[in-house]
């Protein structure tokens, strides 16, 4: 078990400000710090998502944008069909449910982009629900906290019941979930947990004497030279400018190795991230109408066969 009221108590001290979790934050722009900070750290998220509600502060205001201006405002944040999704839902939320965050898991498990994790993290955090919100932190803390193992292993259905089991029965559920989350994030953490200042007087792990995990080592994710660098590589070209750019100049973001950034700038095609004018040139998705005139009309690829036309023309 987790004691609420250590854990609570110790939030109330302890936690970050963290602009999201500020009074007068909409749901709306809860929901877009969720899908921002998706793998990706808060110091990196934090003034995207400034600048970004600042600019578009509503779902009707983000709908509302041009696709292009969407992916260039999401700048180096990552893994940018996330982008694409959040304008997606933004439009969704517009034009079906009056410019409002629908506050219940189901209806906000049917927008695009959102998934377990984020339709709870909605509703808990921006209408104050009692519902298990799991991410990695939270599987980490429980596993260890709970179950005495040093790691949470790959997640599992088992993981929300797990959750749900632990939260408090009043309205102080919510603030359970998010210092939980919080706990994992900065003193619990994957690498080296600060037992010594951990607010948890019970850990299943720590009384165990932390014994290690049998499973293999999990290796650290390699980033350089993968496919998301070479893809980030290209984007940054087209989002570096405000006309289209040809081949030539796409062709210089990655040398290293040719057939590579082909299939890259391929699937940037197929997810909708770019798109090619009729003249053969690139840019943005969405940003063919910005550059206007007859030689800049979209071949956009929505699917593999189209996107096969579209490097044909290159
Ligand atoms: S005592 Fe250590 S291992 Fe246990 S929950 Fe706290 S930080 Fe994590």
Not at 91 to 103: E, F, K, R, S, W
Not at 143 to 151: C, E, I, K, Q, Y
Not at 212 to 240: E, I, K, S
């Amino acid at each position: 078990m987790i004691d609420a009221g250590d854990l609570i108590g110790w939030y109330a001290r302890a936690q970050r400000d963290l602009p999201w979790r500020r009074p007068g934050v909409s749901p709306w722009q809860i929901l877009v710090s969720e899908f921002m900070l998706q793998q990706t750290p808060v110091a990196r998220v934090e003034p995207i998502w400034l600048d970004w509600i600042a600019r578009w502060p509503t779902p009707s205001a983000t709908a509302a944008a041009g696709a292009a201006d969407v992916l260039r405002a999401w700048g180096k944040l990552g893994y940018p069909r996330r982008a694409k999704r959040l304008h997606e839902c933004a439009t969704v939320i517009a034009n079906d449910h009056d410019d409002l965050v629908p506050d219940d898991v189901e209806t906000l498990l049917s927008l695009p982009g959102i998934g377990t994790y984020t339709a709870r993290a909605v509703a808990c955090f921006a209408f104050r629900q009692r519902v298990p919100v799991v991410d990695t932190n939270v599987r980490r803390v429980v596993a260890r906290a709970v179950h005495g193992l040093p790691d949470a292993g790959s997640p599992s259905a088992r993981d929300l019941a797990d959750v749900a089991a632990l939260l408090p029965d009043d309205e102080t559920a919510p603030q359970f979930s998010v210092a939980l989350m919080e706990l994992g994030a900065t003193v619990c953490t994957a690498r080296s947990p600060r037992c010594g200042v951990c607010p948890l007087r019970q850990c299943a792990w720590r009384a165990k004497g932390f014994p290690a995990g049998a499973g293999p080592v999990r290796r650290t994710q390699r980033y350089a030279g993968t496919d998301r660098q070479v893809r980030g590589r290209l984007l940054d070209v087209l989002r570096g400018s405000t006309s289209p750019v040809t081949r030539a100049e796409l062709d210089l973001a990655w040398t290293t190795d040719t057939a590579q950034r082909d299939r890259c700038l391929d699937s940037l095609l197929v997810d909708g991230l770019a798109e090619q004018t009729a003249d053969g040139r690139f840019v943005l998705f969405g940003g063919a109408g910005e550059a206007g005139g007859a030689d800049a009309q979209a071949v956009t690829a929505h699917s593999d066969s189209s996107a096969a036309e579209a490097n044909r023309r290159r």
